[in-house]
Every structure is written in C-alpha cells, then in structure tokens.
Nanobody, 128 residues
Framework: QLQLVESGGGLVQPGGSLRLSCAAS????????VGWFRQAPGKEREGVSC????????NYGLSAKGRFTIARDNAKNTVYLQMNSLKPEDTAVYYC?????????????????????WGQGTQVSVSS
C-alpha cells in the first residue's frame, strides 16, 4: 500500500524552527516529485515548496522563500522541509504529496492538482 507519513510538527514560538519529514512506504520516492502544502482553518490549501524527482530543482511559494528549505534523502525514502523564522501565520496543517506527472517530476510545480498521493498531515502551530 502506497503511503506518505508526515512528522515533525508541533508548537513553536515565533522565530523558532521545525523540520518536517515526509516518509514513504510501499513505494520508492526516487521517481516522484514531492511537494509540501499547507492549509489553515478557513483558508484554501497553499503550496509551500516542491522538489523534483532528481532533487536538482526546487521551488517555493512566496510565503516560504528565504525561510524554508526542502531536501530529499532517497536512501531514506524521505523528504524534509526545514522551516526557520517561523511566524504565527505559518500555523496550519502541513501535507506532503508525491507526483508521478513527468512535468512535475522534472520541473517541480507547486500545484496540488498535479499530485497523486497525499499524507494525512502534521499540525504546525506558531504561537507565543
């Protein structure tokens, strides 16, 4: 069974850091682009970041640029999202997703409609 499991969320003070992990089971992430998305209560889902299947291309949403870094470790079948300088507006449920669309694999597009497999999400709360 193909499964993505996010971990690493929690409560952090403004200015703090968290590292989210997205671990795959039942399939090899090597051939998939992986994206991170988030959804806050009452808001639409927002694309945060993505990384191509090769790891050579990564993109970030405006809110993540300069603060978040995505990386993948294919040996561990895991993708990470390092989040620094966290703000209260970063509070949301964070989801990882995998795409086997060739364009997304190569170019890494942060569009949730192009992703095929989704995790259950991990809560990130930024508050003092």
């Amino acid at each position: 069974q193909l499964q993505l499991v996010e971990s690493g969320g929690g409560l952090v003070q403004p200015g703090g850091s968290l590292r989210l992990s997205c671990a795959a089971s039942g399939f090899t992430l090597d051939y998939y682009a992986v994206g991170w998305f988030r959804q806050a209560p009452g808001k639409e889902r927002e694309g945060v970041s993505c990384i191509s299947s090769s790891g050579s291309v990564s993109n970030y949403g405006l809110s993540a640029k300069g603060r978040f870094t995505i990386a993948r470790d294919n040996a561990k079948n895991t993708v990470y999202l390092q989040m620094n300088s966290l703000k209260p507006e970063d509070t949301a449920v964070y989801y990882c997703a995998a795409s086997e669309e060739p364009m997304v694999q190569a170019m890494c597009v942060i569009n949730g409609e192009l992703y095929d497999y989704w995790g259950q999400g991990t809560q990130v709360s930024v508050s003092s």
